[in-house]
């Protein structure tokens, strides 16, 4: 491996220049830009959460005024959630590998491709502009009538930005669903598919249902903020928990789009690193799919507290818990898969680790919110902030970087410090696992969220928890790094560095412009680790 | 859909070396009608999302109707149901002479297409300037939420609500035919270039399709708003 040198034509070599890239309609250069993008919101969104841990290690509200608190984790919440989450794995990864995966020479509509890029760079710009310029307070749920009578902070602006990058995510959404379903290689079943592409296209179908419902919602709020138009005005007879039941409509089911993805990057590296097929390979597939589907019905069970009616309570809790059926049936087999398998430990495979044990534990606290009496104790405490982070950042972050690790010799063509990949993974389980175990205790013992000061007798949790967020950071700049490093000095990485199935392994590394020197044909079923040679290492 | 209206500068701008390729076939894909297919699912997808963007709005309408029978017939009441019904029946002619035109692009009918084409815009701009006297009209008479509404005597609060919606419902319509326009236009231009072959004119389809759409909501929203409890009225 170490011999090998890089290919000679690539994606990254055969156009130079700003303008090659800025006008590019390869999905591989596309998938690269918003990297670009999404890791300039992470390192933003990272700011503001050291701006709010730094302000919890005291029980006064020392550092920052309210005002400046309350525009802290605002835009915390709206840079990650909308600009990394959202986009992490479907606009990086999936642009990169899944026309790789099926053998296409790009998604179907590239130029629209382009577009949406463009769109979300945009919207981007918008919303970071009202955050530079005044900033934003309404929590990055924009809950009426505060967002439309109270605020005096940069709610339009903000609103016109996630507005503008909805569209972003609808029209990646489109592309990707045509893309699987018009170019898939010859012999490419529907069943042969690697599950990461199901994973997507589960995600899209959530993103052309889901992102239209939240734009129209934010639509309605800038009506009604800007023009004074009354739909969820109380004193005409408006509903402001019409907003909230909007704005759940399409804000639960989107973190189905930011967990799903990651679960579909974790199917692969799984297989790859325990040299085995997936277990019940179909039932995993479905279960994105029912992930999917279950995942719009389950929106109310963020306004038990909010006056809904009891009994459709009842049958939000009840459906709330059978989303752990499909997120159990993947969970377990993951574990079936690894079970008797020749596990290879590499980096991927400790971000996979991590994945497990804190989606885990996400998934299970999920439960005790779903519960109508439960959560009555534990709404708009720091045990759901938690929750969601266990979800958001323990699983999704997670699962990205596993998939960045994972692809990033098949990205750049070459190979990273495999030690300090796993140096990495072990520094973000520890320093994740110390930010967040203690908010499910804080929030439990009733300390609510977004407030910048609190009882004395919180504030060992609180150091425990921004002590956590330190060691989390360094977690997180490592890969920086080391992946900074290995495109200057990495070995070459060879066509298939993991031994791993799948026709992007079998291209070259970086791959051609046109992905394929031929139409490859597709004659196995996906994961046949079989006939694998076993690694260990 | 605009992809597939690119589709030209891309296909004449590379080459690459299959000599029988079609100019318009974009080089991802292998066939024509593969890539017909795919544009024609990727615009079907986008209409399924159109329909979740105006269900939004459609949710609040179901919602507040049946919380505010009273000011939903009280305020339907307001509008003119004869502006209402003209634009009803210039937009089914739109959809005819769209559909007209899509016929005329497969049978390789150049100058047909384009007087379709012209008239589909022609048609569509009637729609916009009738509303136009309408939202004027319910400026005069202070209807419009926020900016200078005035209830009556004797008019129930909620009213605001229903014309809010009224607004805002026909006001996203209108911004749909806007854009439908600027889509009519490219292909009037690509069609007066003589673009089009009944072996390929996908652009022509897709914008049809398109027009359709905002058409149809049209035919959902004009008894939505307009003829709430119109029979009752009469008596």
């Known amino acids: 491996m170490t011999t090998t040198a890089l290919p000679k034509r690539t994606y990254l070599n055969h156009e130079f220049g700003i303008k090659s890239w800025l006008l590019t309609k390869d999905h591989k250069r596309i998938g690269l830009m918003y990297l670009v993008l999404v890791f300039l919101a992470f390192v933003l969104g990272g700011i503001f959460a050291a701006g709010v841990r730094a302000e919890l290690t005291t029980p006064a509200g020392d550092l920052w005024s309210s005002d400046t608190y309350n525009k802290l984790f605002t835009m915390h919440g709206i840079m990650m959630v909308f600009f990394v989450l959202i986009p992490a794995v479907p606009a990086i990864l999936g642009n990169f590998v899944l026309p790789l995966m099926i053998g296409a020479k790009d998604v179907a509509f590239p130029k629209i491709n382009l577009i949406s890029w463009y769109i979300f760079l945009i919207g981007m710009i918008v919303t970071v502009s009202a955050m530079v310029f005044g900033g934003v307070d309404t929590g990055w749920t924009f809950y009426v009538p505060y967002s439309t009578q109270a605020s005096n902070t940069n709610v339009m602006v903000t609103g016109i930005g996630v507005f503008i990058t909805g569209f972003s995510s609808i029209l990646t959404g489109v592309n990707f669903m045509v893309t699987v379903h018009r170019m898939r290689a010859p012999g490419m079943t529907w069943f042969r598919l690697p599950l990461l592409v199901w994973a997507l296209y589960a995600t899209s179908l959530v993103q052309i249902l889901g992102t239209p419902v939240i734009a129209i919602t934010v639509f309605m709020l800038a009506l009604e903020r800007g023009l004074g138009f009354g739909i969820f005005d109380p004193t005409l007879g408006g509903d402001p928990v019409l907003f909230q039941h909007l704005f759940w409509f399409y804000s639960h089911p989107a973190v189905y789009i930011m967990i799903l993805p990651p679960m579909g990057v974790i199917s692969e590296v799984i297989a790859c690193f325990s040299r085995k097929s997936v277990f019940g390979y179909s039932f995993v597939a479905f279960s994105s799919l029912a992930i999917a589907v279950f995942g719009f019905v389950v929106w109310a069970h963020h306004l038990f507290v909010a006056g809904i009616s009891p009994y459709s309570a009842m049958v939000f809790s009840f459906l709330s818990f059978a989303v752990a059926i499909p997120s159990a049936v993947k969970t377990f087999n993951w574990t079936a898969t690894m079970y008797k398998g020749a596990i290879w430990w590499k980096s991927p495979m400790f971000y996979v680790f991590g994945f497990m044990g804190l989606f885990l534990v996400g998934g299970l606290t999920g439960l005790f919110l779903a519960s109508l009496g439960l959560d009555v104790h534990l709404h708009d405490t720091y045990f759901v902030v938690a929750h969601f982070h266990y979800i958001m950042v323990g699983g999704a972050i997670m699962g990205f970087f596993a998939g960045l690790h994972y692809y990033w010799p098949k990205i750049t063509g070459r190979m990273y410090n495999d030690t300090l990949g796993k140096a990495s993974a072990v520094l973000v389980f520890v320093g994740f696992n110390l930010t967040f175990f203690p908010q499910f205790i804080l929030g439990y013992l009733g300390m609510p969220r977004r407030y910048h000061a609190y009882p004395p007798e919180f504030q060992v949790f609180n150091v425990l928890s921004s002590a956590g967020a330190s060691v989390l950071a360094i977690g997180y700049l490592l890969p920086v790094l080391y992946f900074t490093y290995s495109i200057f000095k990495g070995q070459a990485a060879g066509n298939n560095p993991w031994g791993a199935t799948g026709l992007e392994w079998t291209t070259q590394s970086p791959p051609l412009p046109e992905n394929f020197p031929d139409q490859p044909v597709v004659t196995e079923e996906a994961y046949d680790y079989s006939k694998r040679e076993i690694k260990v290492a | ?235």
């Open chain 2, 1 to 235: 859909m605009p992809d597939a209206l690119a589709a030209h500068a891309e296909a004449h701008g590379h080459s690459h070396g299959h000599a029988a390729h079609h100019p318009d076939l974009q080089h991802h894909f292998e066939t024509l009608e593969q890539q017909k297919e795919a544009s024609t699912l990727g615009m079907w997808i986008f209409i399924i999302q159109e329909v979740m963007f105006f269900g939004g709005l459609l949710a609040a309408y179901m919602l507040y109707r049946i919380w505010y029978p009273t000011a939903w017939s009280e305020g339907s009441a307001e509008l003119n149901i004869q502006l209402g019904g003209l634009n009803t029946v210039v937009l089914i002619l739109s959809s005819l002479t769209m559909a007209l035109a899509v016929r005329a692009a497969q049978t390789g009918k150049q100058k047909a297409l384009v007087g379709f084409l012209i008239a589909t815009i022609a048609l569509g701009t009637v729609f916009l300037v009738v509303k136009g006297f309408e939202y004027h009209d319910k400026w005069v008479l202070h209807h419009v939420p926020g900016l200078n509404f005035q209830l009556e005597e004797g008019q129930v609060p909620q009213i605001a609500i229903f014309l809010s919606l009224y607004f805002a419902l026909t006001g996203l319509h209108a911004l749909h035919m806007v854009i439908g326009f600027v889509l009519m236009s490219v292909i009037l231009w690509m069609a007066l270039r003589k673009r089009f072959t009944p072996e390929w004119y996908t652009p022509v389809e897709m914008a049809g399709l398109y027009w359709h759409f905002v058409d149809i909501v049209w035919i959902f929203l004009f008894p939505l708003l307009y003829l709430v409890d119109r029979a009752h009225q009469v008596q």
